[in-house]
């Protein structure tokens, strides 16, 4: 009887460390939604108040490295649960990241809301609803340990890559051929990059997610379609 209430107690420990991992995935998607409304609705207190939510996040990740450590400590795990533990404390990380970036979206909304509307802002939902889904599935994958779901989400990234780049090179001719838009569409450029970062971290927890579940991270190089770096914007008029 203590052997068998000893090992109902670590498997409720388990779940709570997963349970942790959910609810700050939960807060990370809600704050990428709130964020992206506040740009379109050019809604400054909601803005506001996604980057005072950034805290709740935070404070979860520190109950999740409180209880992975305990439990390293303490139950000294083994083969599956070793890998679940430490990719529960980096899951945990790359999900803060991604709600720093969401924050960091609100706030370059408060911004943007200073300069007249541009047209290249109605791009942004779109993207950011590619990156929700993105975040939604690896949440669902963590939660049922789905590694080809989480492989799915992996090779999604490259759509978000392309979507980027595709706003990327509108927000410059924009620029070039109304220099008044300039500030605004700076604002948006950011606003794109930490969305496009967004799931970049998403597929991280996709890897994290993979590797608990097969114990080795994905062999292939994940699928990239981000050239922004390359891009060779025409000027008005033909010129580059």
């Known amino acids: 009887m203590p052997t068998q209430h000893i090992v109902q107690s670590y498997d409720e420990e388990l779940k709570k460390l997963s349970t942790l991992i959910v609810q700050m995935g939960g807060i990370a998607e809600s704050q990428l939604a709130g964020a992206v409304e506040a740009v379109v609705k050019r809604d400054s207190d909601l803005a506001g108040e996604i980057v005072q939510s950034d805290a709740k996040i935070d404070a979860i990740r520190n109950q ?58 109605h791009a942004v939902p779109r993207m950011a609803a590619m990156v929700q889904a993105l975040i939604k599935d690896v949440l669902d994958a963590y939660i049922t340990g789905d590694a080809a779901k989480a492989d799915a989400v992996r090779d999604r990234d490259e759509e978000v890559d392309e979507l980027y780049t595709s706003l990327f090179r509108e927000l410059l001719t924009y620029m070039m051929e109304d220099p008044r838009s300039i500030t605004a569409c ?55």
């Not at 000294?76 to 960091?104: C, T």
């Open 64 to 121: 999740v490295d409180d209880l992975a450590i305990e439990l390293l400590a303490r139950r000294q795990p083994m083969a599956n649960d070793l890998r679940l533990i430490v990719s529960a404390l980096r899951i945990s990380s790359e999900i803060e990241r991604i709600g720093d970036y969401a924050a960091n979206v609100a706030k370059r909304s408060v911004a943007l809301n200073q300069a007249p509307m541009v047209r290249p802002v």
């Open 186 to 240: 700076t604002h948006l450029l950011f606003i794109a990059k930490n969305i496009e970062r967004i799931g970049d971290h998403a597929t991280n927890v996709a890897e994290l997610i993979h590797y608990t579940v097969k114990g080795e991270m994905p062999a292939e190089d994940r699928p990239k379609g981000d050239d922004t770096a390359y891009a060779i914007v025409a000027a008005p008029g033909g010129k580059q």
